[in-house]
């Protein structure tokens, strides 16, 4: 059946016009499921705000289709009847007027919901449970038709007392994410080598320059210590003479630390730097200067020291773990600032809806008819474009809103990016929906380096809140928002190192400096922003990073080929965007997607493996590339009689066959899906031995260390070598 555009009906007046229709509708159900009720009692109910009626608009004329009535005292509510036109049955219009309620009732901060359903209603019965309700009691109904009543309850997604407690008592792990208030600007410190880069022309210079005029631009702020302008002072004329010293007079200084503490921590820093490693320049005056520029830098709590001095380089994470000070390069500090972000989406057009960007204007009207809180409005909708990148996007069902997300990321070295996700929960696709936003919004703000994102916590929204849950959202109780960290893209031994000093200086969040991983049971240590260390097994971190993949040793994976026309359907990796009438699959808009092969490669397709694709030339219209990677969540061998490409949406196929020259095929389901900025080619690939004696005609087992240097090359456009 199409998909409907499913309205639900609030208002007063427009339920009072459609009375008429609710009371015949209920007349015809009355000797079955419904039991009779007078016209009074829908009058009543509409005025105190009781009864939804769902809608039917398809653009020609608008339908009555049913109706929900309610009742309950806060914080209990119970559903009394939904009825649905006969010809609109199991079309789910029944869901919408449920999702709507439970929606409802969520934001005004109800506990629960109840039905009471005859036994003897094995549809009813069915349907509630579908819905989460489960079964709590049983009763004997009235004395005219004998029969059992089953009473349902559903626990509703509203902050209480209860739910505080089950959050506090969940074992998860807490990354303990750091969260910057918007204005507070990181400090970082710098040696002379730095400063000289930038008034001399050096091989430096150009890096120099784009650091200072970053500090301009009040991305950054740097400052110098004391011994900075003293070291000065020992090797020039005076001020009056010499400009470079005059400038450096002009720059701002850190905090003036206590004297006995600045000496301490120097001599500490001097041993762990020069004495103990014998590096060069130990005994000498340099080297007890540098120490004291460290020193002033750990004390005022900086950032980082800006350096490219090799020795004190080599002892930076002596330094980190003794003194909280990072050491990082100036390109270092560079690449903690991504150039920007492209705001430009692509339009894409599903079954029924469209997804396209929306303008603030649209954007407040959607915002406000939902009952978005006006705060939430005041920050997402009146951004400056000129001060951050923001993406703003919405699904339209006949150019009706019924989903809007927003993510807007700070400039910045360790920005936390913000974002809101709202959908009509009573849109039969509304899960879609919000998964295509979550995903869509998570990775455009890591496509360039790992991120913290705050995702603001809407009252009613469950369908929003779970799905960020399941994405690596994580909220605390009495807080407003979810957080999480986003790597946005893959991690093996090679780009482990950098990876690591990015989510550290970006988050807080301290990873292992080796990737050590030998199974995916093993746990690790790991140190939140807020210092506490805590152990977790590498797969549950992999979900809580996510979008990303870690590829440990001895973590094996397999290439499987696709064809060009699949890759652009299930992928997304089409070099150009669809024409605007070309519809795309659900599967195009799904966290977890569908790949059908022969199950001759069954072998090869274990849970949990990373799964790379290769898009083959077929006729000349493919690639002959590698062009994606994910993570295999389960591979089931299914006859392909069962299989129903037209109702699975993980699958962009129209039918098995073809697919293997038995009655089985093999459906691989993936998630964790991450296009290669850059496509390796099939001549790379055969320099790493990942073509197999076919070709790639068939799929392949790779190495962890195969799959490392595949990644290597996709990402290698990317800051992270």
């Given at each position: 059946?199409?998909?409907?555009?499913?309205?639900?009906?609030?208002?007063?007046?427009?339920?009072?016009?459609?009375?008429?229709?609710i009371?015949?509708?209920?007349?015809?159900?009355?000797?079955?499921?419904?039991?009779?009720?007078?016209?009074?009692?829908?009058?009543?109910a509409?005025?105190?705000?009781?009864?939804?009626?769902?809608i039917?608009?398809d653009?020609?004329?608008?339908?009555?289709?049913?109706?929900?009535?309610?009742?309950?005292?806060?914080?209990?509510?119970?559903?009394?009847?939904?009825?649905?036109?006969?010809?609109?049955?199991?079309?789910?219009?029944?869901?919408?007027?449920l999702?709507?309620?439970?929606?409802?009732?969520?934001?005004?901060?109800?506990?629960?919901?109840?039905?009471?359903?005859?036994?003897?209603?094995?549809?009813?019965?069915?349907?509630?449970?579908?819905?989460?309700?489960?079964?709590?009691?049983?009763?004997?109904?009235?004395r005219?038709?004998?029969?059992?009543?089953?009473?349902?309850s559903?626990?509703?997604?509203?902050?209480?007392?209860?739910?505080?407690?089950?959050a506090?008592?969940?074992?998860?792990?807490?990354?303990?994410?750091?969260?910057?208030?918007?204005g507070?600007?990181p400090?970082?410190?710098?040696?002379?080598?730095?400063?000289?880069?930038?008034?001399?022309?050096?091989?430096?210079?150009?890096?120099?320059?784009?650091?200072?005029?970053?500090?301009?631009?009040?991305?950054?702020?740097?400052?110098v210590?004391?011994?900075?302008?003293?070291?000065?002072r020992?090797?020039?004329?005076?001020?009056?003479?010499?400009?470079?010293?005059?400038m450096?007079?002009?720059l701002?200084?850190?905090?003036?630390?206590?004297?006995?503490?600045?000496?301490?921590?120097?001599?500490?820093?001097?041993?762990?730097?020069?004495?103990?490693?014998?590096?060069?320049?130990?005994?000498?005056?340099?080297?007890?200067?540098?120490?004291?520029?460290?020193?002033?830098?750990?004390?005022?709590?900086?950032?980082?020291?800006?350096?490219?001095?090799?020795?004190?380089?080599?002892?930076?994470?002596?330094?980190?773990?003794?003194?909280?000070?990072?050491?990082?390069?100036?390109?270092?500090?560079l690449?903690?600032?991504?150039?920007?972000?492209?705001?430009?989406?692509v339009?894409?057009?599903?079954?029924?809806?469209?997804?396209?960007?929306i303008?603030?204007?649209?954007?407040?009207?959607?915002?406000?008819?939902?009952?978005?809180?006006?705060?939430?409005?005041?920050?997402?909708?009146?951004?400056d474009?000129?001060?951050?990148?923001?993406?703003?996007?919405?699904?339209?069902?006949d150019?009706?809103?019924?989903?809007?997300?927003?993510v807007?990321?700070?400039?910045?070295?360790?920005?936390?990016?913000?974002?809101i996700?709202?959908?009509?929960?009573?849109?039969?696709?509304?899960?879609?929906?919000?998964?295509?936003?979550?995903g869509?919004?998570?990775?455009?703000?890591?496509?360039?380096?790992?991120?913290?994102?705050?995702?603001?916590?809407?009252?009613?929204?469950?369908?929003?809140?779970?799905?960020?849950?399941?994405?690596?959202?994580?909220?605390?109780?009495?807080?407003?928002?979810?957080?999480?960290?986003?790597v946005?893209?893959?991690?093996?031994?090679?780009?482990?190192?950098?990876?690591?000093?990015?989510?550290?200086?970006?988050?807080?969040?301290?990873?292992?400096?080796?990737?050590?991983?030998?199974?995916?049971?093993?746990?690790?240590?790991?140190?939140?922003?807020?210092g506490?260390?805590?152990?977790?097994?590498?797969?549950?971190?992999e979900?809580?990073?996510?979008?990303?993949?870690?590829?440990?040793?001895?973590?094996?994976?397999v290439?499987?080929?696709?064809?060009?026309?699949?890759?652009?359907?299930?992928?997304?990796?089409?070099?150009?965007?669809?024409?605007?009438?070309?519809?795309?699959?659900?599967?195009?808009?799904?966290?977890?997607?569908?790949?059908?092969?022969?199950?001759?490669?069954?072998?090869?397709?274990?849970?949990?493996?990373?799964?790379?694709?290769?898009?083959?030339?077929?006729?000349?219209?493919?690639?002959?590339?590698?062009?994606?990677?994910?993570?295999?969540?389960?591979?089931?061998?299914?006859?392909?009689?069962?299989?129903?490409?037209?109702?699975?949406?993980?699958?962009?196929?129209?039918?098995?066959?073809?697919?293997?020259?038995?009655?089985?095929?093999?459906?691989?389901?993936?998630d964790?899906?991450?296009v290669?900025?850059?496509?390796?080619?099939?001549?790379?690939?055969?320099?790493?031995?990942?073509?197999?004696?076919?070709?790639?005609?068939?799929?392949?087992?790779?190495?962890?260390?195969?799959i490392?240097?595949?990644?290597?090359?996709?990402?290698?456009?990317?800051?992270?070598?």
């Amino acid at each position: 059946m199409k998909r409907l555009n499913v309205i639900i009906e609030k208002d007063l007046g427009a339920l009072t016009a459609l009375l008429p229709e609710i009371q015949s509708l209920a007349d015809s159900e009355k000797d079955n499921a419904l039991g009779f009720l007078p016209a009074k009692a829908f009058e009543d109910a509409i005025g105190r705000g009781r009864l939804i009626a769902a809608i039917v608009d398809d653009r020609k004329s608008r339908s009555f289709v049913g109706y929900l009535l309610h009742s309950g005292v806060f914080p209990n509510a119970k559903v009394q009847q939904i009825a649905v036109v006969d010809t609109f049955r199991k079309a789910g219009v029944a869901s919408s007027l449920l999702k709507a309620l439970v929606s409802e009732l969520e934001r005004a901060g109800f506990l629960s919901i109840q039905a009471d359903i005859a036994s003897d209603l094995p549809n009813a019965l069915a349907f509630y449970t579908k819905n989460g309700f489960e079964p709590v009691l049983e009763r004997a109904g009235g004395r005219a038709r004998g029969r059992k009543i089953v009473v349902h309850s559903r626990q509703l997604d509203t902050d209480n007392l209860f739910s505080f407690a089950a959050a506090q008592a969940d074992p998860q792990i807490d990354l303990g994410i750091r969260h910057r208030n918007p204005g507070e600007v990181p400090v970082f410190a710098f040696d002379l080598n730095v400063y000289f880069d930038l008034v001399k022309q050096r091989a430096q210079s150009k890096r120099a320059r784009r650091l200072f005029g970053e500090a301009l631009g009040h991305t950054i702020r740097l400052a110098v210590a004391d011994e900075f302008v003293s070291e000065l002072r020992r090797t020039s004329n005076g001020p009056s003479v010499d400009p470079v010293l005059q400038m450096a007079l002009q720059l701002p200084r850190l905090p003036k630390p206590d004297a006995s503490a600045l000496d301490q921590v120097a001599n500490q820093i001097y041993d762990i730097v020069f004495v103990k490693r014998n590096a060069k320049g130990v005994g000498t005056d340099q080297a007890r200067s540098d120490a004291r520029h460290l020193a002033h830098a750990a004390i005022s709590r900086a950032a980082a020291f800006i350096t490219r001095d090799g020795p004190i380089l080599n002892a930076r994470n002596e330094l980190l773990s003794t003194f909280g000070i990072d050491i990082a390069t100036v390109e270092e500090v560079l690449d903690l600032l991504p150039e920007p972000i492209s705001s430009d989406a692509v339009a894409l057009r599903g079954d029924g809806f469209e997804l396209s960007s929306i303008d603030s204007a649209q954007l407040g009207t959607y915002f406000t008819e939902v009952g978005v809180p006006t705060s939430a409005i005041a920050e997402f909708v009146k951004l400056d474009a000129s001060a951050e990148f923001i993406q703003r996007r919405a699904v339209r069902c006949d150019e009706r809103v019924v989903a809007a997300g927003v993510v807007h990321v700070p400039k910045g070295v360790d920005p936390t990016a913000r974002m809101i996700v709202h959908v009509r929960s009573e849109h039969h696709d509304a899960e879609l929906f919000a998964d295509h936003l979550l995903g869509t919004l998570i990775r455009t703000s890591s496509v360039r380096a790992p991120i913290v994102i705050e995702l603001a916590h809407l009252p009613g929204q469950s369908i929003v809140n779970k799905l960020a849950a399941a994405r690596g959202f994580q909220r605390h109780a009495n807080s407003s928002t979810f957080a999480k960290i986003a790597v946005g893209r893959p991690c093996s031994v090679s780009t482990w190192p950098a990876v690591v000093q990015q989510v550290r200086r970006r988050t807080g969040l301290i990873l292992p400096n080796v990737l050590p991983f030998t199974s995916a049971g093993k746990e690790i240590d790991i140190q939140t922003a807020k210092g506490v260390t805590a152990r977790i097994n590498p797969a549950s971190l992999e979900d809580l990073l996510s979008p990303t993949l870690l590829v440990w040793p001895g973590r094996d994976g397999v290439i499987v080929p696709i064809t060009h026309t699949y890759a652009d359907e299930l992928l997304g990796t089409g070099v150009q965007s669809n024409l605007p009438f070309i519809v795309n699959r659900d599967a195009a808009f799904l966290s977890l997607r569908g790949y059908v092969n022969s199950p001759r490669t069954a072998g090869n397709m274990r849970v949990g493996a990373p799964i790379i694709f290769y898009e083959s030339k077929g006729k000349g219209s493919g690639r002959g590339a590698a062009v994606a990677v994910a993570r295999i969540v389960n591979s089931i061998v299914v006859p392909k009689s069962q299989l129903n490409p037209k109702s699975d949406k993980r699958l962009v196929i129209d039918t098995a066959d073809g697919f293997s020259a038995t009655d089985n095929v093999l459906l691989t389901t993936f998630d964790n899906l991450m296009v290669f900025p850059a496509p390796v080619a099939f001549d790379a690939l055969k320099r790493f031995g990942a073509v197999g004696p076919t070709n790639l005609v068939s799929a392949v087992s790779l190495s962890s260390e195969k799959i490392d240097s595949i990644l290597t090359c996709a990402w290698s456009n990317g800051k992270i070598q």
